[in-house]
Nanobody, 126 residues
Framework: QLQLVESGGGLVQPGGSLRLSCTGS????????LGWFRQAPGKDREGIGCISTSGGSIGYADSIKGRFTISRDIAKNTMYLQMEHLKPEDTAVYYC???????????????????WGQGTQVTVSS
């Protein structure tokens, strides 16, 4: 059974940067499309983006395009979310997700994903 563990969350000032990691343990990490979601208090989960098994295809939500970058290190069984120019509205719990397959065209839908991490809190505040 594949498990995902996020790390790297914390408190950062507006305009700052943060890098989240998602490490997979168990069988099959290399065969999973991976993604990131976030959920702010009182709001629905929002899909941030998806990365293919090879890392060659990446999709981003319009709300973070140009500020966030998704990547994966196959050798380390790890996916990253590099966040730049953070805003208070980026404050949320961030989740990594996985599903077997090369890439998900409906990656922005929470129901499209099989496996979820426990989440890591990101707070953007001065």
């Amino acid at each position: 059974q594949l498990q995902l563990v996020e790390s790297g969350g914390g408190l950062v000032q507006p305009g700052g940067s943060l890098r989240l990691s998602c490490t997979g343990s168990g069988v099959g990490f290399h065969y999973q499309a991976l993604g990131w979601f976030r959920q702010a208090p009182g709001k629905d989960r929002e899909g941030i983006g998806c990365i293919s098994t090879s890392g060659g295809s990446i999709g981003y939500a319009d709300s973070i395009k140009g500020r966030f970058t998704i990547s994966r290190d196959i050798a380390k069984n790890t996916m990253y979310l590099q966040m730049e120019h953070l805003k208070p509205e980026d404050t949320a719990v961030y989740y990594c997700v996985a599903r077997p397959g090369i890439f998900l065209v409906n990656w922005h839908e929470p129901g499209a994903w099989d496996i979820w991490g426990q989440g890591t809190q990101v707070t953007v505040s001065s």
